[in-house]
Structure formats: C-alpha cells, structure tokens
C-alpha cells in the first residue's frame, strides 16, 4: 500500500518522465500512474496479464532485491525495500533501439532507488517516533511528526490498542531472529489496517493496533490470542503475550504500553496460563500487584500467624489447601488431583486448621486464604527474600 508520502513523491519524480510510468504489486494492481494517453485501465490489464506469466514463470526471479526486468513493451524495477507488500515500479518503452533502452532504463533505476531510499528512510522515521511515543510518552515527539508519517491511518481510527510481547528464555526455547518476529506479527495483525510493529528491545516488541469498523479490539484480541502459537510453531519462540486496554488519542499510546507490561509482569509472576495477558480481566492478581509488599507480607502473617511460611509442612499443607479450593471444596476431585487418599486429605486440611486457626472448608475463609496464596505467589516471585520474614 502507498501512502500519501509516496504518492507524492512518485507524483514529483513522473514529472521528469515522459513516458507511462507507476507502480504495481504483484498481483497486477496498479498502485500509482502518470495518466497515460490510452487510460490505465488498459494498463491495468497489461499488468495483471504480466504478472499472471511471471507468478507461472520458474525461472522468474522477481522478488530479489531490484530485480529489473522486461515485459510486454515495459521496463520494471522491484521496490519493495523494507516492505512486506511487494511493489515494482514501471515505464513504458517507447522508443526501439539499444541506447534508448540503455537511457530509459538509466532513468528507471535512479528513480527506484530514490523511491526506496525515502522508502526505508521513511521506514526508520515512522519507527522512531513510535518507539519515543511509546517507551518516553507524549513528551518525546509532537503531534506533527505523528501526522508525518501516520497521517492517513490516524484519522481513520477510533481509538489504539498496544500488544507486546515479549521472548521468553526457557529451556529448549530457541532464540528467534527479530526480522522474523516482526514479519509474523506484521502478517498476523495485517500491514493494510495500519498496524505497526514496533521492536523494543532484543527481547521485546509492540504492535500499534489501530480500532476501526473492520478491526475494532475484539479483532486485535483475536490477534493476540493467536500470537504465542504462532510463534512456536513457526519461529519455535516461546513468548509472553499482553494486551493494553483501548485508548482514544494515539498521543497516549505510552499509558497503553506501560498497561500492556504492566499485563505482563502480572502474567509472569502470577504465573498464569493465559496465551495472553489481557490488563482489562486480570481483576485480583493486578489488585494484588498494586499493594506494597510490606502490606502483603503483612496480610500473611496476619491470616496464617507468623512462623506458619518456616514450618517444614507448610508447602504441603498450602498446596493440598489451594487444590482443595481450586476443586471448589470438593474433596473427592481434590484427592483425585493430588493422587492422595481422601483421608490423608482429610488429614492434611485438618492439620492446616489446627496450625492457623482456621476453617478452610468454609466458604469465607476460604476466600481469605486463596487471597493469601495469590499474595504468596506474588511475594515468591517478585521478592523471595521476604518469605524469610513471615
């Protein structure tokens, strides 16, 4: 897809050209064209016949870097630079012999390589900006550097969501090439709808999800649930996938990525198997990130009393009383789960009971302890030297 940049930049260089001249995808659209006497609707037809022949055509090498070839009375240069959307540029040959072919297709490649030059350069502007506005905030560009180069998907868009994700380094994982990451998140949230990807960091890379009619959050969640697979199977990279709620001014994209790693860090340390993170239905578990650990290591203590954590039975008890509740007090599926006979469950609850002081088979307290161990989690995790303290 051209954006309104390259169409004027194509629009400047046909000026210097007299003779047909656009650009096509591979498919035989025409993207761009200086009229032509004739119309572009024959040349439409040309070029999707063309191009019918080289997709059939083996020996056709269309798709190397500027790639120059000849067809049906016209000359083409492949263009796509950085680019997943194939494009060539065209010029019609209009006059036979040698050194008018040698100066048309002189002036072909020269114009090519301004276009992929302003291409690229364009490229690296438009990710510049968008890793500023993400990671710094609203600070670090102006309103005007976002119209340059985002102008035509700005206003088409009701409102922008944020995905990261994140490289995971786990046994056997591999370490995926970031140009491939980026290619299956380009190809998974769609170029055409003006999504961005964004690489962060070796390890971390965000995609700018603008909200249309066509591509509202329910579609860009779909994306997102889709991605961890999708890097397993065809880039064999374990990742962690988080989803930002829905903004209304692309100038606050940084508060939507800072929710997305929020997402992120809640996902991880509370170890959850969601295949994505989504910052809007992580209820409990951001709550319980949002309070100081002193308070939580305070709320522990309080509930299970203070040296229960020391006691060399308490991981037991704990995990035989988080099954017992994840089962709904059902103590048949809990023994079952925990391969245990329902006696020596029995046994188990019983003795957490008389070690706290509590009823775990009430519905209440029950309530109060699942709290505990998601607190638990969260201290294991984000600061284990204070299970030392409890």
């Given amino acids: 897809m051209l954006s309104n940049a390259n169409k004027e930049q194509l629009s400047e260089i046909s000026a210097y ?44 090498n269309i798709y190397a870097d500027s790639a120059k070839f000849e067809r049906a009375g016209y000359m083409f240069e492949n263009v ?27 002036m072909l490649s020269l114009a090519a ?14 990710i510049n900006i968008f890793k500023k506005l993400l990671i710094d905030g ?11 180069v985002y102008a035509e998907y700005k206003i088409l868009s009701s409102g922008f969501a944020v995905v990261l994700v994140s ?22 949230f769609g170029r055409e709808a003006g999504s961005l990807v964004i690489p962060i960091d070796y390890a971390r890379t965000a995609v700018v999800c603008p909200l249309r009619s066509d591509t509202d959050f329910e579609y860009v969640r779909d994306c997102a649930y889709t991605v961890k697979d999708t890097l ?15 903004i209304s001014e692309i100038m606050n994209l940084n508060d939507a990525y800072l929710e997305a790693d929020r997402a992120k860090n ?20 951001k709550l319980i990130y949002s309070i100081p650990l002193n308070a939580c290591v305070g709320y522990v203590n309080e509930l299970l009393g203070e040296g229960f954590i020391q006691d060399r039975s308490a991981q037991e008890l704990l995990n035989t009383v988080k099954v017992f509740l994840d089962n709904n007090l059902n103590v048949s599926e809990a023994s079952r789960v925990l391969y245990i006979h329902r006696n020596t469950l029995m046994y188990r609850l019983d003795k957490f009971n008389k ?29 284990p030297s204070l299970l030392g303290k409890m």
């Fill in 355 to 383: 070690m706290t002081g509590l009823d775990c088979t009430g519905f209440d307290t029950g309530m109060k302890i699942g709290i505990a161990l998601l607190i638990l989690k969260f201290i294991e995790n984000k600061e």
């Fill in 113 to 126: 390589h301004g276009f992929r030059y302003r291409e690229m350069q364009s490229g690296r502007d438009l």
């Fill in 266 to 285: 809640i996902g991880a340390i509370f170890e959850l198997p969601d295949k994505c993170f989504e910052y809007s239905k992580l209820g409990l578990e």
């Fill in 80 to 106: 796509t630079a950085g680019s997943d959307d194939p494009m060539f540029m065209f010029v019609k040959i209009n006059d036979s012999g040698a050194e008018a072919e040698q100066r048309m297709s002189g």
């Fill in 17 to 60: 050209i007299s003779s047909e001249f656009g650009v096509v995808d591979d498919s035989g659209h025409v993207l761009y064209i200086k009229e032509a006497p004739d119309g572009s609707e024959n040349t439409e037809s040309v070029m999707t016949s063309v191009f019918s022949e080289l997709q059939s055509d083996d020996s056709a």
């Fill in 167 to 188: 490289l995971n380094k786990s046994a056997g994982s591999v370490s995926a090439d970031s140009d491939m990451i980026c290619r299956i998140l380009q190809e998974i």
């Fill in 232 to 246: 397993l199977s065809e880039a064999m990279a374990d990742a962690g996938v988080a989803l930002s709620s829905s």
């Fill in 138 to 148: 609203r600070r670090s560009v102006t309103e005007e550097q976002v119209e340059s």
